[in-house]
């Protein structure tokens, strides 16, 4: 089995993989229902998702949604930064709340970067991200780890539910590894369900766009978002021929002692929760009154006139109601894009250890159009042979400069591509090109950074 290690340096060159062995949908499917779908997605960078649906959904039906994602400070915001930037501002954007975390916990505990470097390097991705367009405030919210009381709080709440083989198993710890470490994975799960706080009008759909290398992390959440929470909703086959189907109510927490012991009082009040379910469900006493069933150990609600499909979304958001009524957590288990990594300027991955293999957002423009200048392309080795063959824009790293970043024209990256492909366009002019449009990308980016210091100014950090 393929691992993918978050905080190792693996490439995966075989995405297919990811649908197959991991259970990620492919993002492709999606793209109909999106109405401004972001260059990413138009692109197929973004290439696969969990469960994005629910985001969608809430995205066109005008419902609450957010977009969050952290950021280690432990060296150079660069392109691949701005990736996960974008795309949190553009879910702002569509009416999201965006939540953006340093995690200088982190980087603190795995990079040992002291809290001076990841203040000041936390400010530097803060910058970028409002030079990107991140709107700070009632939908906006900027937090350092170590200075978020509510994060550390849940992280401690989480760490409940997570043992250590589960952290072994996922991120290879062993004995040798220090405990702030694996505080950190549990840090960054409170980062991913914090938005779904009652204090943030959660729960509520929050998508985490990531690289493929994060899915660990995002699964890991996934499955506490489950555990944490008083209630499990499913649903099961009818257990009456008159039934469309069951729609099952489980109550597996520790933190809830509803639903629990075996005696007429729990009967009855998993009877009076039953009520309370179904009716803030708006489900008609009249549906269900043949079997409303309640037991010690679950309750379950019969689908008579409508269909369990029908019934299950409505019985779910008021189960979470419900919860949350009584003090539980309700969250729903977060959803996540994938997009593709770029690869380095020389070839390999585009990696902050490695300062060549990649463009940062705080470069001299100048430096950084010389970069583009040596970058890798995928031209032939004269120029004759680029005429007869065509050059391979799939294995330049400068037309990937154009795909992700510098072009936003559809149709001017097809001309690039097919230009290309077709012999007529010739490298040197190409990288003239891009390297022109890197410098007055960084040149601006870099104007932007320095009127967004005010706004930093005004977090009070
Ligand atoms: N672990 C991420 C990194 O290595 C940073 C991070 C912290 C994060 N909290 C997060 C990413 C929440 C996504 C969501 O850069
Ligand atoms: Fe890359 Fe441009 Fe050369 Fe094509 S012409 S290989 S896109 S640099």
């Given at each position: 089995?393929?691992?993918?290690?978050?905080?190792?340096?693996v490439k995966i060159d075989n995405y297919s993989k990811?649908?197959?062995?991991?259970?990620?949908?492919?993002?492709?499917?999606?793209?109909?229902?999106?109405?401004?779908?972001?260059?990413?997605?138009?692109?197929?960078?973004?290439?696969?998702?969990?469960?994005?649906?629910?985001?969608?959904?809430?995205?066109?039906?005008?419902?609450?949604?957010?977009?969050?994602?952290?950021?280690?400070?432990?060296?150079?915001?660069?392109?691949?930064?701005?990736?996960?930037?974008?795309?949190?501002?553009?879910?702002?954007q569509q009416g999201g709340d965006a939540f953006l975390?340093?995690?200088?916990?982190?980087?603190?505990?795995?990079?040992?970067?002291?809290?001076?470097?990841?203040?000041?390097?936390?400010?530097?991705?803060?910058?970028?991200?409002?030079?990107?367009?991140?709107?700070?405030?009632?939908?906006?919210?900027?937090?350092?780890?170590?200075?978020?009381?509510?994060?550390?709080?849940?992280?401690?709440?989480?760490?409940?539910?997570?043992?250590?083989?589960?952290?072994?198993?996922?991120?290879?710890?062993?004995?040798?590894?220090?405990?702030?470490?694996?505080?950190?994975?549990?840090?960054?799960?409170?980062?991913?369900?914090?938005?779904?706080?009652?204090?943030?009008?959660?729960?509520?759909?929050?998508?985490?766009?990531?690289?493929?290398?994060?899915?660990?992390?995002?699964?890991?959440t996934r499955g506490l978002a489950d555990k944490m929470?008083?209630?499990?909703?499913?649903?099961?086959?009818?257990?009456?021929?008159?039934?469309?189907?069951?729609?099952?109510?489980?109550?597996?927490?520790?933190?809830?002692?509803?639903?629990?012991?075996?005696?007429?009082?729990?009967?009855?009040?998993?009877?009076?929760?039953?009520?309370?379910?179904?009716?803030?469900?708006?489900?008609?006493?009249?549906?269900?009154?043949?079997?409303?069933?309640?037991?010690?150990?679950?309750?379950?609600?019969?689908?008579?006139?409508?269909?369990?499909?029908?019934?299950?979304?409505?019985?779910?958001?008021?189960?979470?109601?419900?919860?949350?009524?009584?003090?539980?957590?309700?969250?729903?288990?977060?959803?996540?894009?994938?997009?593709?990594?770029?690869?380095?300027?020389?070839?390999?991955?585009?990696?902050?250890?490695?300062?060549?293999?990649?463009?940062?957002?705080?470069?001299?423009?100048?430096?950084?159009?010389?970069?583009?200048?040596?970058?890798?392309?995928?031209?032939?080795?004269?120029?004759?042979?680029?005429?007869?063959?065509?050059?391979?824009?799939?294995?330049?790293?400068?037309?990937?400069?154009?795909?992700?970043?510098?072009?936003?024209?559809?149709?001017?990256?097809?001309?690039?591509?097919?230009?290309?492909?077709?012999?007529?366009?010739?490298?040197?002019?190409?990288?003239?090109?891009?390297?022109?449009?890197?410098?007055?990308?960084?040149?601006?980016?870099?104007?932007?950074?320095?009127?967004?210091?005010?706004?930093?100014?005004?977090?009070?950090?």
């Amino acid at each position: 089995m393929t691992t993918i290690d978050p905080w190792g340096a693996v490439k995966i060159d075989n995405y297919s993989k990811l649908f197959d062995e991991f259970g990620i949908s492919r993002f492709d499917e999606l793209l109909v229902k999106i109405k401004n779908p972001h260059r990413y997605m138009r692109r197929n960078v973004i290439f696969g998702h969990r469960s994005y649906e629910s985001v969608l959904d809430a995205m066109l039906s005008g419902k609450p949604f957010a977009a969050m994602s952290g950021f280690m400070p432990s060296g150079q915001v660069h392109l691949g930064h701005k990736m996960v930037m974008e795309e949190i501002i553009w879910h702002q954007q569509q009416g999201g709340d965006a939540f953006l975390a340093i995690a200088d916990m982190e980087a603190h505990s795995v990079r040992g970067k002291s809290w001076k470097e990841c203040d000041t390097l936390g400010k530097d991705y803060i910058l970028s991200a409002f030079a990107l367009g991140f709107e700070p405030g009632e939908h906006g919210h900027i937090y350092f780890q170590s200075k978020s009381a509510q994060v550390k709080d849940l992280s401690f709440e989480l760490g409940i539910k997570t043992n250590f083989s589960e952290l072994s198993a996922i991120y290879g710890f062993n004995g040798e590894t220090n405990i702030a470490h694996m505080v950190s994975a549990v840090t960054q799960s409170a980062d991913i369900l914090q938005p779904q706080l009652k204090e943030f009008g959660g729960p509520k759909p929050v998508v985490i766009p990531v690289g493929a290398d994060q899915d660990p992390h995002i699964r890991l959440t996934r499955g506490l978002a489950d555990k944490m929470n008083m209630f499990h909703v499913f649903p099961g086959p009818p257990r009456h021929p008159n039934f469309k189907g069951m729609i099952n109510i489980y109550s597996k927490s520790p933190t809830s002692d509803t639903m629990k012991t075996e005696n007429e009082f729990n009967i009855l009040k998993n009877r009076l929760l039953q009520e309370k379910i179904v009716s803030k469900a708006g489900i008609k006493f009249d549906d269900t009154e043949d079997s409303m069933n309640c037991y010690t150990g679950h309750i379950e609600i019969a689908c008579i006139k409508s269909s369990p499909e029908e019934l299950l979304p409505k019985v779910q958001e008021s189960t979470r109601a419900v919860a949350l009524e009584l003090g539980g957590y309700a969250f729903m288990p977060p959803a996540s894009t994938y997009h593709k990594f770029m690869t380095g300027l020389y070839g390999g991955k585009m990696s902050s250890s490695v300062p060549d293999s990649f463009i940062g957002l705080t470069e001299e423009p100048q430096a950084g159009a010389k970069k583009v200048m040596h970058a890798m392309t995928g031209g032939r080795v004269t120029l004759q042979e680029q005429q007869k063959l065509g050059g391979e824009p799939e294995k330049c790293s400068v037309y990937e400069l154009l795909l992700f970043h510098l072009v936003d024209d559809d149709n001017e990256l097809v001309e690039v591509y097919k230009d290309c492909e077709g012999g007529t366009r010739v490298c040197g002019n190409c990288k003239k090109y891009a390297a022109g449009l890197m410098e007055e990308f960084l040149r601006c980016h870099q104007k932007k950074r320095e009127l967004a210091k005010e706004k930093l100014a005004g977090l009070g950090f």
